[in-house]
């Protein structure tokens, strides 16, 4: 299956999921110092795909480091167009802690998590779902990294994964879910 095809089944069911594989890919393309052809020689050539599989990958990657030239972000930042969506996400956080029972609890077992790493970030970051987004992400690259995460973390990271989560599903509801 395409890179291409994991990003938009991703962007389908799973919003947050979605918005981390980019920050991944963009992280990859920068560890390969945005040059397309260590990309495809050190990650492409080794995916087992074949064919149009392994052009529509190549070309999903190429389009991703144009985009990346185009905003300026080749040494640190994200897409215009992902973090579009965090703030999306971030909207309906805030609709859905006005109206929804579940959510409400759900944000408030978290919101002195995100309070913390909020000031941690002094001033840096203000989107509450981006410190959630950023808390997840770096379990990911810790994990790979094969580091062990603090445990006063841990209930944090837990907390922001299950408000992605109830996010991710009523985004769908909202964005996907209509349209069928």
């Known amino acids: 299956m395409a890179e291409m095809n994991i990003a938009d089944k991703k962007k389908q069911n799973n919003i947050s999921e979605y ?11 920068r560890a390969f110092e945005c040059d397309i052809e260590k990309v495809k020689e050190y990650v492409l050539k080794h995916i087992p795909a074949g064919g149009s599989t392994k052009v529509e990958l190549e070309k999903w990657y190429e389009q991703i ?22 703030a999306q996400l971030d909207e309906l956080k805030n609709e859905l802690k006005q109206s929804d029972k579940e959510f409400k609890a ?20 203000t ?25 006063e973390f841990r209930e944090s990271i ?22 069928n």
């Open 19 to 29: 918005i981390i594989h980019m920050y991944q890919t963009e992280d990859l393309i």
């Open 65 to 86: 480091l144009a985009q990346m030239e185009k905003e300026d972000i080749l040494e640190n930042g994200h897409l215009q167009e992902t973090q579009l969506i965090v």
């Open 106 to 125: 759900i944000y408030k077992k978290a919101a002195t998590h995100i309070q913390q790493m909020l000031q941690l970030a002094e001033g840096k970051i």
């Open 127 to 151: 989107s509450e779902i981006q410190i959630c987004l950023n808390g997840v992400y770096g379990l990911l690259i810790a994990k790979i990294n094969g580091r062990e995460i603090p445990e």
């Open 158 to 179: 837990e907390e922001f994964g299950n408000v992605l989560s109830y996010l991710s599903y009523k985004y769908k509801q909202k964005h996907f879910m209509s349209d």
